[in-house]
């Protein structure tokens, strides 16, 4: 993978971070979903499912942090635009039953937008407050909860051709 500053667009020719200008780029409909999970013990799990953790609905409060999180990523990430939203949608998919090994819950952002720019960002913050608020509220009966495989799943809209995440089957140590 080439890494020298004339292949990252946030550095100018001297090396220097800068916003990139996306003033002349066309508006055009974009989606990005981003997908993690959070990983924990079987009985945590059980009061997530149940609704009977202390702190509440664990997944509808996570579900608004992780809107609120697409909605701020400009505030967080320096050099991202602050972009007008269209659509933000947070799902999850509770895993107990048929993987017993990895009890956990899979967090799937969806965040759209027509603008010059895409919304990856935004996914991946949207994503990752999502698990961190699971983790928040249920951090009293579990710490050892893990947030892991955070990635871009797919994303479309703008000149690059659309993306979709591909699991390495090799990788060479």
């Given at each position: 993978?080439?890494?020298?500053?004339?292949?990252?667009?946030?550095?100018?020719?001297?090396?220097?971070?800068?916003?990139?200008?996306?003033?002349?780029?066309?508006?055009?409909?974009?989606?990005?979903?981003?997908?993690?999970?959070?990983?924990?013990?079987?009985?945590?799990?059980?009061?997530?499912?149940?609704?009977?953790?202390?702190?509440?609905?664990?997944?509808?409060?996570?579900?608004?942090?992780?809107?609120?999180?697409?909605?701020?990523?400009?505030?967080?990430?320096?050099?991202?635009?602050?972009?007008?939203?269209?659509?933000?949608?947070?799902?999850?998919?509770?895993?107990?039953?048929?993987?017993?090994?990895?009890?956990?819950?899979?967090?799937?952002?969806?965040?759209?937008?027509?603008?010059?720019?895409?919304?990856?960002?935004?996914?991946?913050?949207?994503?990752?407050?999502?698990?961190?608020?699971?983790?928040?509220?249920?951090?009293?009966?579990d710490r050892g909860m893990?947030?892991?495989?955070?990635?871009?799943?797919?994303?479309?809209?703008?000149?690059?051709?659309?993306?979709?995440?591909?699991?390495?089957?090799?990788?060479?140590?």
């Amino acid at each position: 993978m080439n890494t020298s500053n004339s292949s990252l667009t946030h550095f100018d020719a001297q090396g220097q971070a800068h916003m990139v200008d996306v003033g002349a780029k066309p508006a055009t409909h974009r989606v990005a979903v981003a997908v993690g999970r959070i990983e924990m013990l079987p009985a945590t799990l059980a009061l997530v499912e149940a609704g009977t953790a202390k702190k509440g609905d664990v997944l509808g409060i996570a579900r608004v942090a992780g809107i609120q999180a697409a909605k701020k990523t400009s505030d967080l990430i320096p050099l991202c635009h602050p972009l007008s939203l269209t659509r933000v949608a947070i799902d999850f998919d509770v895993a107990s039953k048929t993987a017993p090994d990895a009890v956990g819950i899979t967090c799937i952002a969806t965040v759209e937008t027509v603008g010059p720019t895409g919304v990856e960002m935004e996914a991946l913050m949207a994503v990752q407050v999502a698990l961190l608020t699971i983790y928040d509220m249920c951090k009293a009966v579990d710490r050892g909860m893990c947030v892991v495989n955070i990635r871009v799943d797919s994303k479309t809209g703008g000149k690059s051709a659309p993306y979709k995440y591909a699991l390495e089957v090799s990788k060479t140590i």
